[in-house]
């Protein structure tokens, strides 16, 4: 361990770590464009210099390791005037976009400005321009914007191992080019677009959307595969507009892939059940009240044998009160696949063949995974449809079944016979748990509200079981989450305080050795 002083505060870290790094670990951000904690160190912005006491210059803090006894001023004239320079430079021919800009709000460039730049500009000559360019995928770049920290071009040759994009041209007509016949089309490459620092690289699905002071933002995961990985869910007027890379060092680094962040509009759906129904006579389904739709499932469940047809997209919390319901009968559900996508740079971080968030966490708590969903329903069941559409789906079988309980947020296909629906909240609608592939429990809180009288499925599944006489106290997800880690041996001594927001393996998580470092150049 090192022991340093910063802006007069007392820092000990280990051996090897950046200024900029030790700095960030007593409250102090010193200002930098090209460097970031997953990339490998550029030191080209020159943005992070700082006075370091009997060094003959400036240093670079984000290259610069901390040694004993060093004293490290970050405010003082010398590296403000240093930075106020940089500052200049930069927006020599920067444009006054800021009210048209994608970024506004969230660039660093204009925190900066505001922060420690001139209060105007010196220059008077005309600025350059260049036309924007459709870089492939989900990539525009602006380039008189762009600033050339170079994050984008070392993401992708030295953590997507694909090299496309290069600092083209040199002096003031510098920009980032790409290298002939290469597009941004790399599962991963849109990561480049939140490792910009500024509104060069914009994804064409956001672009003119929202401005960033008008969002909501919610801690979550990515449903879209098994990986599991930490996001930001974004929404405008209760619309999700836009999913971004939540950083945890155990899961996803910094990034996540295109088919995870472009794949949100599902959680938008307009054709929703939002009313309680039960079928009444010849009449066919009629909305009703909470209360007589959970009596009348009650009534149908009640010392019947029970199938359950779930979706791996429920959370750990419903799915364990699902397995409650079945009395002695079964589960099922299946999963949509596609192609598995690393991400070379960082270990064990990929789009996941399994497109679902939940499919260890089923099959932990007793879900049988199969392609032939109402294979395991017998004559005479009970079958209860849990937040599974039944697209593709054979109807036919579903005449085995005695009666049908829908609980799900849309009307599954070929179902005319259900005798009561029950409609729940979506992923983004409600909190919960889900289980990635690798056995690490991870929250995810409620990001948009939910339509008309929906209701959380770990509510509505609460609810039925008390009407059923099986549970009295559930009225938060935190407290189904106690009882499942009271019963289940997976879950043992793990809780919603203990999870936080970074995860934690159950019990009999797959052994894995330690990671690497993130990427190439994370400290």
């Not at 003082?76 to 006054?96: C, F, Q, T, W, Y």
């Not at 350059?128 to 762009?146: K, L, M, Q, S, T």
């Not at 919610?218 to 930490?230: D, H, K, L, Y």
Request: hydrophobic share 40%; glycine share 8%; charged share 25%.
């Amino acid at each position: 361990m090192v022991t340093l002083t910063i802006e007069g505060r007392p820092v000990t870290v280990a051996e090897g770590t950046t200024i900029l790094e030790a700095a960030k670990t007593v409250g102090v951000l010193i200002p930098h464009y090209c460097y970031h904690p997953g990339l490998p160190v550029a030191g080209v912005c020159r943005m992070c210099l700082v006075e370091v006491e009997k060094a003959p210059k400036l240093a670079p803090s984000c290259a610069t390791t901390v040694a004993e006894g060093q004293v490290v001023h970050v405010h003082s004239d010398k590296s403000l005037d240093a930075r106020k320079g940089v500052l200049e430079m930069l927006l020599i021919n920067h444009p006054l976009d800021c009210p048209i800009c994608d970024q506004s709000g969230e660039c660093e460039l204009q925190d900066y400005t505001y922060q420690e730049g001139r209060e105007d500009s010196r220059y008077r000559e005309p600025k350059r321009f260049n036309p924007a360019e459709d870089f492939g995928g989900d990539v525009i770049y602006v380039p008189n914007r762009c600033i050339l920290c170079t994050r984008c071009v070392r993401f992708m040759d030295d953590v997507a191992h694909e090299p496309t994009l290069n600092v083209s041209e040199r002096g003031d007509r510098a920009l980032i080019g790409k290298f002939e016949g290469r597009d941004m089309t790399h599962p991963w490459a849109a990561n480049v677009i939140d490792l910009c620092p500024v509104g060069a690289l914009l994804s064409k699905d956001f672009l003119n959307k929202a401005r960033a002071w008008e969002l909501d933002r919610t801690s979550s995961i990515c449903p879209n595969c098994t990986q599991g990985c930490n996001v930001i869910m974004e929404t405008r007027e209760n619309q999700i507009v836009r999913m971004r890379p939540r950083a945890n060092e155990n899961v996803n680094a910094f990034f996540m892939c295109d088919w995870g962040r472009l794949n949100y509009r599902w959680m938008n759906e307009k054709s929703r059940v939002e009313q309680p129904m039960v079928r009444t006579g010849n009449t066919g389904l009629t909305a009703t009240t909470w209360e007589a739709a959970i009596t009348a499932a009650a009534r149908a469940l009640n010392g019947k044998k029970v199938f359950v047809a779930a979706s791996p997209m429920l959370s750990n919390e419903s799915l364990f009160l699902l397995t409650q319901l079945m009395q002695g009968g079964s589960g099922a559900f299946r999963v949509a696949e596609g192609d598995e996508a690393p991400l070379p740079g960082v270990e064990d971080l990929a789009l996941r063949r399994e497109r679902a968030a939940n499919v260890y966490g089923a099959e932990t708590l007793g879900f049988r995974k199969t392609k032939d969903l109402l294979g395991g329903l017998g004559q005479g069941d009970v079958l209860v449809i849990a937040g599974e559409d039944l697209e593709g789906v054979d109807a036919s079988a579903i005449s085995r079944a005695g009666d049908v309980i829908v609980i799900g947020s849309v009307m599954p296909s070929g179902v005319d016979r259900a005798s009561v629906i029950l409609p729940i909240a979506n992923f983004s609608e409600e909190e919960g748990t889900v289980t990635n592939l690798r056995g690490r429990v991870q929250r995810f809180t409620q990001a948009r509200q939910a339509p008309g009288e929906t209701r959380p499925s770990w509510l509505v599944l609460g609810d039925l079981l008390g009407a059923m006489g099986k549970q009295s106290n559930f009225f938060l997800p935190s407290e189904v989450f106690a009882r499942l880690a009271s019963s289940h041996k997976s879950f043992a001594g793990l809780s919603y305080d203990r999870i936080g927001f970074k995860g934690l393996p159950v019990v009999d998580a797959p052994q894995t050795g330690p990671k690497a470092p993130i990427a190439v150049g994370a400290a």
